[in-house]
């Protein structure tokens, strides 16, 4: 291999790997949803936590299936019926508590398909808090999900970042801790 060669591959590398890495540290990373494994984004403002909850559409339908009694008389098959249906399904079974243990107020912004993930579903709650020390609980979504569910939460307030990965056995995440 001549000299020009040997320089043009190893520039060729060498921006390969530079560009790679400023396009990793410039992107956000996406949300990774498979079975039995959701995601939750937790975004605070003050004392109103916006909660983003993704799960794959297949676990949705599996926890529906289950869970069918909750339903009964219910017609899905009206507009925006089932999308309604999953809001209130999640948002019966994720809870926010204040530091005096009283439970937030809730109310579900968003519910149905994913638009990042044409195989999810996201629901989107928002929550009011009388205090700043929260603490997010998905146990019961997650003890319906099945034994090996797990979550992986993501809790967000500006720049700084944290995940926790919890199952229907962790304690509830407290905002608190998270930055």
């Known amino acids: ?46 004392k109103r936590y916006v909660v983003d909850i993704a799960m794959l559409a297949t676990d949705v339908e599996r926890m529906f299936l289950m869970e069918a009694s ?25 809870t926010m508590r204040d530091d005096s243990g009283a439970v937030c107020a809730s109310t579900v912004a968003r519910a149905g398909e994913d638009p990042a993930n044409d195989e999810g579903v996201l629901v989107v709650l928002s929550f009011e808090c009388a205090s700043d020390n929260a603490t997010y609980d998905a146990t019961r979504l997650l003890t319906t999900q099945g034994p090996r569910a797990w979550q992986v939460v993501t809790t967000m307030r500006g720049e700084m970042k944290r995940q926790v990965l919890v199952n229907w056995e962790s304690p509830p995440v407290a905002m608190s801790d998270a930055h």
């Open 1 to 46: 291999m001549n000299r020009w060669r040997i320089w043009a591959l190893l520039v060729a590398v060498l921006a390969t790997l530079l560009g790679g890495r400023l396009l990793m540290n410039s992107v956000q990373p996406e949300v990774f949803i498979q079975s039995d494994i959701s995601a939750a984004k937790i975004v605070r403002d003050n």
């Open 70 to 94: 909750e339903r009964v008389g219910e017609d899905l098959s009206k507009s925006g019926a089932l999308e309604r249906e999953i809001g209130k399904f999640v948002g019966n079974r994720v």
